[in-house]
């Protein structure tokens, strides 16, 4: 076998040893290495190697450039799986804070909501704030077991809600203002 000394130089201490003092050049440990002539690459076999790349496909085949025709970027839409926690972040399911007994809060027992009594076959309360007419509807029916015609809510100055409640017909606002006990 037959050796033939290559003309590189590898430098050890740093990439580039023309910037390094010429005193550290001095004191460097360079190394040649040599390369094996004689060995050479069987043509047959290598012709057999390229034949087989083709043949698969897979070796030449250039990925195409992707042609943007507009400025603007937009992310492309990734994979969202649906949420499938390990356990529930909140222990104990919400509590409803406005049930029939926190909608109404007291009946107005001023001389206006009485007469709005024996006038208009109306009874007046107090609600609260977040409650709406439905709300309010359904907390009569169930809480005094009376049907109701209409509902007409206003705001008060001092920030709480008054419900004008309209009974219908088969209902005297009296009779169920004594059972209540508002008289």
């Given at each position: ?171 005297d606002a009296l ?5 209540i006990g508002i008289?």
């Amino acid at each position: 076998m037959s050796y033939v000394a290559c003309s590189q130089w590898v430098c050890y201490l740093a990439r580039d040893w023309r910037r390094l003092p010429r005193h550290v050049c001095n004191s460097l440990v360079v190394v040649s290495y040599a390369v094996d002539t004689t060995k050479k690459a069987d043509p047959k076999a290598k012709a057999l190697k390229a034949a087989k790349a083709v043949k698969s496909g897979q070796a030449f085949k250039k990925k195409d450039k992707k042609i943007r025709t507009k400025v603007t970027f937009h992310r492309p839409k990734t994979l969202t799986k649906a949420r499938d926690p390990k356990y529930p972040r909140i222990s104990a399911t919400p509590r409803n804070k406005l049930d029939h007994y926190g909608i109404l809060k007291y009946p107005l027992t001023t001389e206006s909501a009485m007469k709005k009594i024996e006038d208009n076959n109306t009874l007046v309360f107090i609600v609260d704030i977040r409650a709406d007419k439905k709300k309010i509807k359904d907390a009569v029916k169930k809480m005094y077991d009376i049907q109701t015609k209409k509902v007409n809510t206003l705001i008060r100055p001092d920030g709480t809600k008054k419900a004008y409640v309209r009974l219908t017909p088969d209902y005297d606002a009296l009779d169920v203002a004594n059972k209540i006990g508002i008289i």
